[in-house]
Every structure is written in structure tokens, then in C-alpha cells.
DNA sequence: CAAAAATACTTTACTCATGAATTAATTCGA
DNA sequence: TCGAATTAATTCATGAGTAAAGTATTTTTG
């Protein structure tokens, strides 16, 4: 008794499985390709991380400053992940903590001068990296594969937890 | 001086390097968020973890064993960590290493009885689990993704290092 | 065949991530 | 306004991950 409503023929269970956790497993692949890449370059390059070029984007972003919490919501990781990139950086003097006026339980944390030279050098290499490693798809496919990427990404927006 | 070979309006360097900046953050994202509901689903319904799911898959899919190195290789970590999930896992009595007449550097890991019995039950729900996060695409679109995946991932194979 | 090179695995030191507990400051409500 | 709840950040314990150095064994080669 088959459930589908198309003519694909082999429509159980099994194959729907199998389909999917194909497609997962190459996603997973190309994505840990990807990072392995700009993780390796990063550090050969800027002697850098990911997580600390992330971290730095965001407040390149906002050159206004973000609170810890913010950083923590943007990067999408716990708030004391936070606190330890932002020690580091501190440390290296590429980011500032500032006090809040408003509020002595808070900072703002922004880029030092150096930090903002260091993240435009990063960031100008990073981009051509990404360039790079995505030529194996033309315009064409870049923007298939987008499109589906945002499907994918709002059907797990509503699953979320 | 235009590069381009196509009819495509805008093809300079930046709108390329913020094309490719756009895929690959969709990519990583779609990922992160499968990836952390199958962490989060492991972790509440089997108390175990994504890495050593994948271990005992690999050991699954080989019941003849695999050499560390072998594993190393095939979960594409390194070494070290190898060993350390392994140690745990063979704690727990859910895998075992047992030495190679062959060759006294190295051994063969197996899953022990308990370790099948338990990854039976996981996988089961595992597949499932992936089926209901890519359920965002139908058949056709995972289809065109995967090509669009398996594209990409020949091109960043020529790039390894 | 002995010395050198390669291989298999472990160990160590470090980075990054989490979740839970803690401290301090602010806000809210009776 | 005072006590309770909330919020901002840090600390601590733990789990993966890496790279590099270490140990033991095997293979290669001169």
C-alpha cells in the first residue's frame, strides 16, 4: 500500500532514509572540507582561529561594540565560550572590554585599532579563500544550491527545540 | 576589462566574493543546526555523543574489525583522537581492541556484543531523526542537492593539501 | 644483516565548546 | 522600599578536537 502521491516507484521508508542520510552525510562532508581549509589557512597565514575571526567579524560589524550576551547570541555559542575568546584577544590586544555606564554588570567589547587592522587583513584573504573554494560550483549552481539551502533552513527553523 | 563569459550584469570580484560568502554561510548553518539536533537528541535519548556514533558506524559497517589508523582515516580525525574515544568506548564495553597476530603495533577494534546491541537501537532512530530534518525538501530538491554536493565536493578534493 | 626510515599508536599540551554553578548588579512587585 | 527574581558575566568540570613529540615495531635499503 503505498503511501505516495508521485510516480516514483520505490517509495518506502527504507529508500526515503537512504536518500536522506546520503544528502546529510555529503553536507556534513563539504562542510568539514571547507572549514578544515580557512582553519589550516587561517593559522598558517595569521597564526589565527576560526572562532576568533568569527568573533572579530561581529565586531566589525558593529563597530559601535557588543555586549558579551550579544556576542554570545550573534556566534551562536555559550556566554562562557565568550568570555574565554574575548580573554585571549584581550590579552593579544586586538579587543577591548569597555565599561558599561549604564550598566556596571555589562560591557562593550570593540576592536582595537590593531584588531581592526588584523581582521581587515584576515578578512580580505578570508573572502578570497571562500571564492576559492566554492568555484567548483558557476553562478548558476551557487544560486540553485542557495535556494535550497534556504529551504532546508526554514524547515529546521520550525524544528528548532 | 571583464572576465566573464556570460551575459551576467554584475560580475566583478565583489559580488563573486559575496555570492560565495553567502553559500558557504548558509551551508555552515544548515549544518551547525542538523548537527546540533542529532547531538541533542543522542544525548537525551541514548546519553551518547555524535563521535562516537560515528565510530561505532564505521565499526558497523565493518564487522571485521578496523585497524586505528583505519578509523582515523575513514572518520577523518586524527590519531589521538581516535585513541581517546576508543579508550571510553572500551570502558563502557561497547567496543574492544584486540591484537593483530601480524603486526604487534596494531590493533583490530570490534564491536562487542553490547556495542551492536546498542548501535542497532541508535541507528534506528539515528535515520529517522535525519529523514525529519531534511523533510524541508522533497525528492527532486534533495536529489539537485546532492548533485550540486557531490560537485562541489570533487572540486574541494582537488584542493585537499 | 644492521642501520635508517617508515608505520601504528599513545601521550601531552593546547584550543574550543558545553552546561551548571557562582557572583554581582539591576529590576520588579507587594 | 525591601526582598525576590532576573540578567550579565565568569568559573569550573568535562568532552572533543588538533599538532607535535614519544615509544615500539616493522620494513627498507646499502
Do not use: Y
Amino acid at each position: 500500500m503505498p503511501t505516495s502521491t508521485t510516480v516514483r516507484p520505490s517509495n518506502d521508508a527504507r529508500s526515503d532514509e537512504h536518500e536522506a542520510l546520503r544528502v546529510w552525510l555529503r553536507l556534513l562532508t563539504c562542510t568539514n572540507l571547507v572549514e578544515a581549509q580557512l582553519r589550516t589557512r587561517l593559522r598558517t597565514n595569521f597564526d589565527s582561529t576560526l572562532p576568533r575571526f568569527d568573533l572579530m567579524a561581529q565586531l566589525d560589524r558593529h563597530p559601535e561594540g557588543l555586549k558579551m550576551s550579544e556576542l554570545s547570541r550573534l556566534l551562536m555559542v555559550t556566554g562562557g565560550n565568550v568570555t574565554g575568546l574575548t580573554d585571549k584577544l584581550a590579552d593579544e590586544g586586538l579587543v577591548e572590554r569597555r565599561d558599561d555606564p549604564r550598566d556596571r554588570r555589562s560591557f562593550t567589547v570593540m576592536l582595537t585599532p590593531a584588531g581592526q587592522r588584523q581582521f581587515d587583513r584576515m578578512a580580505r584573504e578570508h573572502g578570497q579563500w571562500v571564492v576559492g573554494l566554492l568555484a567548483g560550483l558557476d553562478h548558476a549552481e551557487k544560486q540553485r544550491m542557495l535556494k535550497l539551502l534556504d529551504r532546508l533552513k526554514a524547515h529546521l527553523s520550525t524544528i528548532s527545540d
